[in-house]
């Protein structure tokens, strides 16, 4: 248990024993000290359930409201990727980009790990890559990406796994 909630269970303990010790004292007013009891246990029970939801929102902020950014907002790359991934599964155009990208990234990691240049050697990239995740690397002419098909999401992950483990 966290400080707070310890902190919650010893001012609980406290107004029980100000609520016995006050029985003892007077014990006429039964009913008052019972109610009075009631409410103090009630607001600690508000103030932890208010703190508990703090916590909770503090653990669910962005990372970068954590660190003092004001204003914090996703990056603005992740943001359009995620509109064009969005777009792709509906529009031959948008998808042609997302192709793209994923062809940028392809031909970085083959040079960067196996010397190979994607324009230069089509032919030991397509069997490194694998026909599937290569059939979405080619990227087909612009004329021709309005009539194209959408991409589909299965597709892509597993290209873009298959790109990430060459």
């Not at 609980?12 to 039964?30: E, I, N, S, W």
């Not at 792709?88 to 392809?106: D, K």
Request: charged content about 25%; hydrophobic content about 55%; glycine content about 8%.
């Amino acid at each position: 248990m966290r400080r707070a909630g310890w902190r919650m269970v010893a001012a609980g303990l406290a107004v029980t024993a100000v609520a016995a010790g006050l029985l003892v004292v007077v014990p006429a007013h039964r009913a008052g000290v019972a109610d009075a009891w009631l409410l103090a246990l009630a607001a600690l029970g508000l103030v932890a359930g208010a703190l508990a939801a703090r916590h909770a929102a503090d653990a669910t902020r962005p990372l970068a409201a954590l660190k003092g950014a004001t204003g914090a907002r996703r990056p603005a790359d992740l943001e359009r990727l995620e509109r064009e991934l969005l777009l792709a599964r509906v529009s031959g155009m948008h998808a042609r980009q997302v192709r793209l990208r994923l062809r940028q990234v392809a031909a970085a990691r083959l040079a960067a790990r196996h010397g190979i240049d994607l324009d230069a050697d089509p032919a030991r990239a397509s069997a490194l890559l694998g026909p599937a995740a290569w059939a979405l690397i080619e990227v087909p002419d612009p004329s021709a990406a309005r009539d194209a098909p959408a991409l589909d999401l299965g597709e892509l992950r597993a290209a873009i796994e298959v790109v990430e483990r060459t």
